[in-house]
């Protein structure tokens, strides 16, 4: 149910977002703050979710990650403007990371290692099915009641979730009380993102913002060099970086990394495309990304149960040249492309997508001894979702490239109404969204040579 939540909560915005921001009356880098403060807030508290969990148990942290995303999901619903609503979203993410992060960690706990695969494909179904609902009410809750309730949805569920997390879930695993958190490496950490993420966001307007970019860049490098020279020296560790050196897991996280800097900005993109440049509406939108998410689902039990019988790396590599080939089917977009053209190239996508989901995190975790599986889920799940923040905003500033920061926002928040745009050659606005899928394509290329590596190298094991 968790996944459950986590996908329908991140549907229900995606496809509201252009409503969102056009009653806020947000400026693109705005826009880009409520999207990504969601995977902020989840990526900086990766680090001590997973030593919180081993420390005080899986199941306890898992019941207050509910209660977290469902008070943020209401406080979402409530603001009354662009800050506020970041700063809930940002609340919101922290939620979600303690509930993505502890779901793995708590299946790895209980299942056999032989059905791990087909586990966490379910565990894929799951988020997936809530994905397809979102997408599939989320028009008809924008149209008829309101964006807020994008947002407000949440909290009835998260509490009934809850309650049932209580009565159902028991901890299994022996926590290991005598752990100390490493807040120091906590605190680099989070400097490192909020400073990558400012600069990033800047960047689309750079006249305005000028050296500060340099600085805020300067200042995230710093940051991020500074938190591995304490983690490497440190006995009290948010981050065991010894495990980076267990091949099978870096190679994981690596392809993981290219994957989500691949897949990150898609639904965005394909919302812009869609819904602010084609002047579809919302309830049309999630309509036509549905497929997406169905073959996602479908295909995300099919890769847990190929990869219990034919290992991972074959499957995910086969997920990740599907997956590079969509997206640049996607990047040779016209301007009059047929609807029906463009679901086949979201379906395609999201059978790549859910051919290597599962196979590539059954590797990471079987990679891992049992007590560094907390802090291994943490840091599959951060892979994640900086390689997200890195692909959306790749993807704007491309946006922003092809035409320019005012002419972007304008564009955003204009709810489809381009033509009312005279002054934008809409070639420009199509070269932006396609040429962020050509990049996309491209760095799903290389995560694809990493898979292949790991096939390669499973098969010289075999020998």
């Known amino acids: 149910m968790a996944s459950f939540m986590t996908g329908l909560n991140a549907r229900l915005a995606a496809v509201g977002f252009p409503v969102i921001v056009h009653e806020l009356n947000c400026g693109i880098d705005e826009v880009i703050w409520i999207i990504q403060g969601f995977m902020i807030g989840s990526t900086i508290i990766q680090l001590i979710v997973g030593s919180l969990a081993d420390i005080y148990g899986r199941v306890r942290l898992f019941n207050i990650g509910l209660l977290i995303f469902s008070l943020g999901g209401l406080g979402s619903g409530l603001a009354i403007n662009a800050p506020l ?105 989070t400097l490192f993102m909020m400073f990558l993420a400012s600069s990033l966001t800047m960047m689309m307007n750079i006249k305005n913002w000028g050296y500060l970019v340099t600085i805020f860049f300067l200042l995230s490098a710093i940051s991020l060099i500074l938190f591995i020279i304490h983690e490497n020296k440190s006995k009290c560790r948010a981050l065991d970086l010894s495990i980076f050196k267990i091949q099978q897991f870096s190679t994981g996280i690596t392809a993981q990394f290219l994957y989500a800097i691949g897949f990150g900005s898609f639904i965005t993109l394909l919302v812009i495309f869609i819904e602010v440049v084609r002047g579809y509406s919302a309830s049309l939108t999630g309509f036509l990304l549905t497929p997406f998410e169905l073959s996602f689902l479908i295909f995300g039990i099919v890769g847990g149960r ?87 905003n790749i993807a704007m500033l491309s946006l922003v490239g092809s035409t320019s920061y005012e002419i972007a926002t304008k564009l955003i928040i204009s709810e489809g109404r381009v033509e009312n745009l005279s002054d934008v050659p809409l070639e420009k606005v199509y070269m932006g969204i396609s040429n962020s899928f050509l990049m996309m394509a491209i760095i799903m290329m290389i995560a694809l040579l990493l898979s292949a590596y790991q096939l390669k190298t499973s098969a010289s094991k075999q020998k």
């Open 85 to 189: 609503l970041t700063i809930f979203r940002v609340v919101q993410g922290i939620g979600a990371a303690f509930l993505m992060t502890l779901s793995i960690t708590i299946l790895t706990d209980n299942i056999p290692k032989n059905m791990l695969g087909t586990w966490f494909g379910i565990n894929q179904i799951a988020w997936r099915a809530g994905a397809i609902i979102g997408l599939t009410f989320s028009g008809i809750i924008i149209d008829y009641l309101g964006w807020r309730w994008v947002y407000l949805i949440n909290f009835p569920i998260g509490i009934v979730v809850y309650v049932w997390s209580l009565k159902s879930l028991k901890e299994t695993y022996r926590p290991a009380g005598n752990r100390c958190l490493d807040w120091a490496g906590f605190i680099l950490f």
């Open 306 to 392: 190929l990869s219990d019988n034919f290992g991972f790396a074959p499957v995910a590599t086969t997920g990740l040249l599907m997956a590079s080939f969509s997206l640049y089917m996607l990047s040779r977009l016209g301007m009059n492309v047929s609807l029906e053209h463009l679901m086949i190239c979201v379906f395609l996508f999201g059978i790549g997508a859910g051919l290597f989901i599962a196979p590539n995190t059954s590797s990471i975790m079987t990679s891992t001894p049992p007590e560094k599986r907390g802090v291994a889920s943490a840091i599959r799940t951060f892979s994640f979702n900086i390689g997200f923040l890195v692909s959306l």
